[in-house]
């Protein structure tokens, strides 16, 4: 089997173009269904990997096939975020083999995000694997990269400081709130969605006691549940262009495929407010916030790729982090590669195991034959093992006749290893005998 990762991610695809390949959670198994059918009898095991950064696709397939599928995958995937293929292609990134096993393993240690370390990437590479799961794409193959990314990342975090001087997005989106607003405790502040992202980042304003905070949801029930924890405010999604002008801040983060937030509803916020400051941050693939948003005069929008710069501080602290980590993943990927290696052995065991069962059927049925004739057993035993030594034999044979020269030596010094490995004889070093044959 051979391995291969084609995708987009934050350092070569922009924001926008990103947002055009994100897939929600419940869309995974549905997406790959449909790949499926697009490669028609091929079947590969596959897996699609999406989080606001990345989205990719891990592919285990024969290695005489792989490379035969890397274009309809692109084009699959050009084809579900609406655009050219060569488009796509310019912003794209496909590797294979070991390098895709590195990749993987990378990914999953957090050293591929745009927050070095982060820990959110492990649940999102779960979910990646249930999908696939759920969808019937999950082989063995890509099981064991993914699981063996798992163990690599456990021991990255375990045996290195690989997250420890690094600021995640909700303590970016913080720090970036207070440089604006003299006072945090004076904010009131919006968070839009209840997922994962959301409730970090409220964790992190809520250490700092703005005057106000509320949460708006699809839905109220789960709003109010993360309202609750931080004595919150619950507001129904419906009502937010009415209750827009009322924070100072906001920050969203859903799972939307359209934006939620127009342009009109902050246009006439700002009129409410009487042009006093907005600051927005826009977490989510695709946008949350309409991109025109930004051109509004009083207003501070943010992004996911706007945050980079504040994310990637301390970088000279965790260089010794990094280099651990590599190492870490270089053993993963030398046992994953080595892993693979003996599954390629699998059909030529299983083809050896069929021939010698052919022999050996062959050989009892004659055996049997002359046992009912009422021939000696002895006799009849030593045919049948000389039966089966003849056919074992019998292709080394032929190979050591028929071959010349330093091929010769080769094939003697083979011979050698899988028939006299018990022998303090080295044939190699003597080729009389073969002539004796």
Same mark, same amino acid.
């Given at each position: 089997?051979?391995?291969?990762?084609?995708?987009?991610?934050?350092?070569?695809?922009?924001?926008? @173009?990103?947002?055009?390949?994100?897939?929600?959670?419940?869309?995974?198994?549905?997406?790959?269904? /449909?790949?499926?059918?697009?490669?028609?009898?091929?079947?590969?095991?596959?897996?699609?990997?999406?989080?606001?950064?990345?989205?990719?696709?891990?592919?285990?397939?024969?290695?005489?096939?792989?490379?035969?599928?890397?274009?309809?995958?692109?084009?699959?995937?050009?084809?579900?975020?609406?655009?050219?293929?060569?488009?796509?292609?310019?912003?794209?990134?496909?590797?294979?083999?070991?390098?895709?096993?590195?990749?993987?393993?990378?990914?999953?240690?957090?050293?591929?995000?745009?927050?070095?370390?982060?820990?959110?990437?492990?649940?999102?590479?779960?979910?990646?694997?249930?999908?696939?799961?759920?969808?019937?794409?999950?082989?063995?193959?890509?099981?064991?990269?993914?699981?063996?990314?798992?163990?690599?990342?456990?021991?990255?975090?375990?045996?290195?400081?690989?997250?420890?001087?690094?600021?995640?997005?909700?303590?970016?989106?913080?720090?970036?709130?207070?440089?604006?607003?003299?006072? @945090?405790?004076?904010?009131?502040?919006?968070?839009?969605?209840?997922?994962?992202?959301?409730?970090?980042?409220?964790?992190?304003?809520?250490?700092?006691?703005?005057?106000?905070?509320?949460?708006?949801?699809?839905?109220?029930?789960?709003?109010?549940?993360?309202?609750?924890?931080?004595?919150?405010?619950?507001?129904?999604?419906?009502? @937010?262009?009415?209750?827009?002008?009322?924070?100072?801040?906001?920050?969203?983060?859903?799972?939307?495929?359209?934006?939620?937030? /127009?342009?009109?509803?902050?246009?006439?916020?700002?009129?409410?407010?009487?042009?006093?400051?907005?600051?927005?941050?826009?977490?989510?693939?695709?946008?949350?916030?309409?991109?025109?948003?930004?051109?509004?005069?009083?207003?501070? @929008?943010?992004?996911?790729?706007?945050?980079?710069?504040?994310?990637?501080?301390?970088?000279?602290?965790?260089?010794?982090?990094?280099?651990?980590?590599?190492?870490?993943?270089?053993?993963?990927?030398?046992?994953?590669?080595?892993?693979?290696?003996?599954?390629?052995?699998?059909?030529?065991?299983?083809?050896?195991?069929?021939?010698?069962?052919?022999?050996?059927?062959?050989?009892?049925?004659?055996?049997?034959?002359?046992?009912?004739?009422?021939?000696?057993?002895?006799?009849?035993?030593?045919?049948?093992?000389?039966?089966?030594?003849?056919?074992?034999?019998?292709?080394?044979?032929?190979?050591?006749?028929?071959?010349? /020269?330093?091929?010769?030596?080769?094939?003697?010094?083979?011979?050698?290893?899988?028939?006299?490995?018990?022998?303090?004889?080295?044939?190699?070093?003597?080729? /009389?005998?073969?002539?004796?044959?």
């Amino acid at each position: 089997m051979s391995v291969f990762a084609l995708g987009l991610n934050h350092t070569t695809a922009p924001l926008d @173009l990103r947002g055009r390949f994100a897939f929600a959670p419940e869309q995974l198994t549905p997406a790959l269904r /449909g790949l499926s059918e697009k490669w028609h009898r091929a079947s590969p095991e596959a897996a699609i990997l999406s989080t606001c950064n990345r989205t990719e696709l891990y592919v285990a397939a024969g290695t005489s096939r792989s490379r035969e599928l890397v274009r309809p995958a692109i084009e699959w995937l050009a084809s579900q975020g609406g655009v050219d293929g060569s488009k796509l292609l310019d912003h794209t990134y496909v590797l294979e083999g070991r390098e895709a096993a590195r990749h993987a393993f990378r990914v999953a240690s957090g050293l591929d995000s745009m927050v070095l370390g982060e820990a959110q990437i492990l649940g999102q590479m779960k979910q990646a694997v249930r999908g696939a799961d759920e969808a019937g794409t999950l082989g063995t193959t890509l099981h064991q990269l993914f699981q063996r990314s798992f163990s690599v990342a456990k021991e990255v975090r375990s045996s290195t400081e690989i997250g420890a001087h690094s600021i995640s997005m909700a303590a970016a989106t913080v720090r970036l709130a207070s440089q604006l607003f003299e006072d @945090l405790r004076q904010t009131k502040v919006l968070f839009v969605g209840a997922g994962e992202m959301i409730e970090l980042v409220a964790t992190h304003f809520a250490a700092r006691e703005p005057r106000l905070m509320a949460v708006a949801n699809r839905t109220l029930e789960r709003g109010e549940k993360l309202a609750s924890r931080f004595g919150a405010q619950a507001v129904r999604l419906a009502d @937010l262009p009415a209750r827009l002008h009322e924070f100072d801040a906001v920050i969203s983060c859903t799972a939307s495929t359209l934006p939620i937030i /127009g342009l009109g509803a902050v246009e006439r916020a700002l009129k409410s407010r009487r042009r006093r400051p907005m600051f927005m941050v826009d977490l989510a693939v695709p946008r949350d916030i309409e991109p025109e948003v930004a051109r509004l005069t009083d207003i501070y @929008l943010y992004t996911v790729d706007d945050l980079t710069g504040v994310v990637q501080t301390a970088s000279e602290k965790r260089q010794a982090a990094v280099a651990q980590a590599e190492a870490i993943i270089d053993a993963g990927v030398q046992s994953f590669s080595h892993w693979l290696d003996q599954r390629a052995s699998v059909p030529l065991i299983q083809a050896l195991n069929g021939q010698a069962d052919e022999w050996r059927a062959a050989e009892l049925a004659r055996a049997r034959k002359l046992l009912a004739r009422g021939d000696d057993i002895d006799s009849v035993l030593d045919a049948m093992s000389r039966g089966l030594t003849q056919k074992m034999l019998h292709g080394a044979l032929a190979e050591l006749r028929s071959s010349e /020269g330093e091929a010769r030596h080769a094939t003697a010094d083979w011979v050698s290893r899988l028939f006299l490995r018990q022998s303090t004889r080295n044939p190699a070093d003597d080729a /009389g005998p073969v002539d004796k044959l």
